[in-house]
Nanobody, 122 residues
């Protein structure tokens, strides 16, 4: 199983980034998928999740209206479009796969990627 996150980088406040997560080694279209992030000195926190079909999405209040999670089951890809970025969005972003329904609880995810750094400068 492999989850390869990419697309992170350095961006100014108000800018945009799109994160990518390439999945392999499991039946992608039967798993809920999520994005989490961890800032220095803080615990990992939920960002967004999407059900296996893409039909339902869930967001943390802090990113609602600015971030959009999506997936392409034909390509085994997960995406996170991040707009209107703020300095508090700075963190390592992780994609994760949940054999059950995609939730906001990290403990319920089965597979994790290695993370991609997002830095938002003022």
């Amino acid at each position: 199983v492999q989850l390869q996150a990419s697309g992170g980088g350095l961006v100014q406040t108000g800018g945009s980034l799109r994160l990518f997560c390439a999945a392999s080694g499991f039946t992608f279209d039967t798993y809920g998928m999520g994005w989490f992030r961890q800032a220095p000195g803080k615990e990992r926190e939920f960002v967004a999740a999407v059900t296996w079909s893409g039909g339902s999405t869930y967001y943390a209040e802090s990113v609602k209206g600015r971030f959009t999670i999506s997936r392409d089951n034909a390509k085994s890809m997960l995406y996170l479009q991040m707009n209107s970025l703020k300095t508090e969005d700075t963190a390592v972003y992780y994609c994760a796969a949940d054999r059950g329904i995609a939730t906001r609880y990290a403990d319920e995810y089965d597979y994790w990627g290695q993370g991609t750094q997002v830095t938002v400068s003022s």
